[in-house]
C-alpha cells in the first residue's frame, strides 16, 4: 500500500547549519504530501504541503519539493534556529482525506 | 491554535478501567481522526468519522471505540486499560481538504 519512508534520527545540529531530513513515498496513484511538525508538548502542525509534480511547499523558511521521478518530498532549511528543535513528520495522502505518516524524525539544535 | 480541542489533557487511570476521550473539531469539518502516539510505535491511525458515520478504520483494538455525534464532536472510548495502552492520544480534523488539523492530545496514563 502508500506509505512514506523518513530518514531515522535522531539529527542534532549546531544553530544556524543547513537542514535535510529525507522522505520519499510510494504510492500507486498521485498523492499529496505534507510535512508536518511536532513541538514538545504539542500536537502535530501542518508545516507545508505539495499537491502534485514539482509543486514546492514552503514555511517559516523551510521547504520541499515534491519529486516524482525520484519519489521524494525531502524537507530542507537553510539556517536553522534553536526554535526548530521538534519531531519532524511525512506524510502523504491518497485521497479520500486518508492520510499515511511517516515514523518521525526528532531534530534537536543547539545554540 | 489549530481550532481543534481535545479534553481531558492529561489521565491517570489503572489497568481494567474505561475512559472517555472528547474531540470537538475545527467549526465546520465534518470529518475526524483518531490517532495513537507511543514512543515504541509512533503515529498510529485508529479511526475516522465523517459526519457521523465511521469511514475509516485503521489499527484500532476492539476494546476501543469511538463515535462521532450530530453535533461533529466525538469520543473515543477505551476499555479494559492495559499498562500499554499509555500513550498520546490525538485527534484531527479535516474538511473537504485533505489536510488534517490535529488538537494537541490526551495523555493517557495507565498504572
Known amino acids: 500500500g502508500d506509505s512514506v519512508t523518513q530518514m531515522e534520527g535522531p539529527v542534532t545540529l549546531s544553530e544556524e547549519a543547513f537542514l535535510t531530513i529525507n522522505c520519499t513515498y510510494t504510492a500507486t496513484g498521485y498523492p499529496s504530501l505534507f510535512w508536518y511538525v511536532q513541538y514538545p508538548g504539542e500536537g502535530l502542525q501542518l508545516l507545508l504541503k505539495a499537491t502534485k509534480a514539482d509543486d514546492k511547499g514552503s514555511n517559516k523558511g523551510f521547504e520541499a519539493t515534491y519529486r516524482k521521478e525520484t519519489t521524494s518530498f525531502h524537507l530542507e532549511k537553510g539556517s536553522v534556529q534553536v526554535s526548530d528543535s521538534a519531531v519532524y513528520f511525512c506524510?502523504?495522502?491518497?485521497?479520500?482525506?486518508?492520510?499515511?505518516f511517516g515514523a518521525g524524525t526528532r531534530l534537536t539544535v543547539k545554540p | 491554535d489549530s481550532g481543534v480541542t481535545q479534553t481531558p489533557k492529561h489521565l491517570i487511570t489503572a489497568t481494567g478501567q474505561r475512559v472517555t476521550l472528547r474531540c470537538s473539531p475545527r467549526s465546520g469539518d465534518l470529518s475526524v481522526y483518531w490517532y495513537q502516539q507511543s514512543l515504541d510505535q509512533g503515529l498510529q491511525f485508529l479511526i475516522q468519522y465523517y459526519n457521523g458515520e465511521e469511514r475509516a478504520k485503521g489499527n484500532i483494538l476492539e476494546r476501543f471505540s469511538a463515535q462521532q455525534f450530530p453535533d461533529l464532536h466525538s469520543e473515543l472510548n477505551l476499555s479494559s486499560l492495559e499498562l500499554g495502552d499509555s500513550a498520546l492520544y490525538f485527534c484531527a480534523s479535516s474538511a473537504l481538504g485533505e489536510t488534517q488539523y490535529f488538537g494537541p492530545g490526551t495523555r493517557l496514563l495507565v498504572l
Open positions: 506524510a502523504l495522502s491518497p485521497g479520500n482525506n486518508d492520510m499515511r
